[in-house]
C-alpha cells in the first residue's frame, strides 16, 4: 500500500522538528513524490547530508511503502 501524504510530511516533520513541507504527487499514484523540505537542522549541512536527513525519517519504508522520493532542501532565510 502506498505511503500517504499526511504520512510522509508526519514523518519528515517528527525527524526534523520545525520543518516545512510541500509535497507533490509526480505521477498521480501516491507512490512517486517530489519533497521540498525547508528545515533549520540543514544549516552548515552539505546537500548530500541534508537529503540523508530527510530519506533516514523513512528507514526501511523507503524503497517499498514509499516507491520513490525526489527530495529538494532549502534551509530558511
Do not use: C
Not at 552548515?44 to 541534508?50: E, I, L, N
Amino acid at each position: 500500500m502506498p505511503m500517504s501524504a499526511a504520512e510522509i510530511e508526519t514523518r519528515i516533520t517528527e525527524a526534523l522538528p520545525g520543518a516545512q513541507v510541500e509535497l507533490k504527487d509526480l505521477a498521480g499514484d501516491d507512490d512517486h513524490w517530489a519533497a521540498t523540505v525547508t528545515a533549520p537542522q540543514f544549516v552548515g549541512k552539505s546537500r548530500v547530508q541534508q537529503h540523508k536527513m530527510v530519506y533516514a525519517a523513512f528507514g526501511d519504508k523507503m524503497g517499498n511503502e514509499l516507491h520513490a522520493l525526489q527530495v529538494t532542501t532549502l534551509v530558511p532565510n
